[in-house]
Structure formats: structure tokens, C-alpha cells
């Protein structure tokens, strides 16, 4: 089985973004990780974005959309994903999948606006060079 790396995790700090709109908060997630490691989220072949209850918390359906309009993220494969407060954990898995299929590099992302947290994580399988 091939080897999968987390070769990035970004998290915003807790409670600092209310102020934020959703696609403020994706874009930075998405920045934070990728410069975690200083690479561009064009390397990026494929995401997941996961959310608890979007649409009746943010108003807001088309995560996968918000995430594609990242620079560099535009007609890339992107999916929303939602398993309640395991969202994160299910858009996570989401992207191994993708990666043990024989994309080389994923962005993962989560999402929850009325916390005011999100995280973001940058993975790899064994054989991609950013």
C-alpha cells in the first residue's frame, strides 16, 4: 500500500472569524496550508471540503465551488463532503482515497463558521514532489 503524508496542516485560530465571509475563511485555510510549505495551491490535483449543517448555518451549499475559486484551484476536482461533526475527519478521507487512486497531491478542508475555526491539510502520497 502506498505511503500517505500530511504534509501540511493550517488552523485558524479559535473564535477570530466571524467577521470573515465563507469564502474569506476557505481561501485563507487553503493559503495557510500551502504556505505552510511554500507551494501554490495549483500543485493541488484534487480536494474535499467538509461542513456541519452549511446551508442552514452559512446560508452557503456550493463549499466545492467557494473552494475552486482559490487561485490556482480552478476546474480541479473538488468535492463537499458532510458526516456531522466528523466532516473534517470524512473530507480528510475523502482525499487518501483519491491519493491511493494515483492523484499525487490533495488539499483537505474543513469548515465551521459558527465555531469560527477551519482547518486545512496538505497531503501527498509517496511518490509527489511538490
Given at each position: 500500500m502506498k505511503r500517505i503524508y500530511i504534509a501540511a496542516y493550517h488552523q485558524s485560530k479559535?473564535?477570530?472569524?466571524?467577521?470573515?465571509?465563507?469564502?474569506?475563511?476557505?481561501?485563507?485555510?487553503?493559503?495557510?496550508?500551502?504556505?505552510?510549505?511554500?507551494?501554490?495551491p495549483a500543485v493541488l490535483d484534487v480536494g474535499?471540503?467538509?461542513?456541519?449543517?452549511?446551508?442552514?448555518?452559512?446560508?452557503?451549499?456550493?463549499?466545492?465551488?467557494?473552494m475552486a475559486m482559490v487561485?490556482?484551484?480552478?476546474s480541479k476536482p473538488i468535492e463537499s463532503v458532510e458526516n456531522a461533526c466528523a466532516s473534517g475527519g470524512q473530507a480528510v478521507l475523502s482525499v487518501i482515497q483519491k491519493l491511493l487512486l494515483g492523484w499525487e497531491t490533495s488539499a483537505s478542508q474543513s469548515v465551521t463558521k459558527r465555531c469560527?475555526?477551519?482547518?486545512?491539510?496538505?497531503?501527498?502520497?509517496?511518490?509527489?514532489?511538490p
Open positions: 479559535f473564535g477570530k472569524l466571524m467577521a470573515m465571509s465563507v469564502p474569506e475563511i476557505i481561501q485563507n485555510a487553503i493559503l495557510g496550508a500551502c504556505g505552510e510549505i511554500k507551494v501554490e474535499s471540503i467538509g461542513a456541519t449543517c452549511n446551508i442552514s448555518l452559512n446560508e452557503q451549499g456550493l463549499l466545492a465551488g467557494l487561485p490556482g484551484l480552478a469560527a475555526t477551519t482547518k486545512a491539510k496538505w497531503m501527498a502520497n509517496s511518490s509527489a514532489k
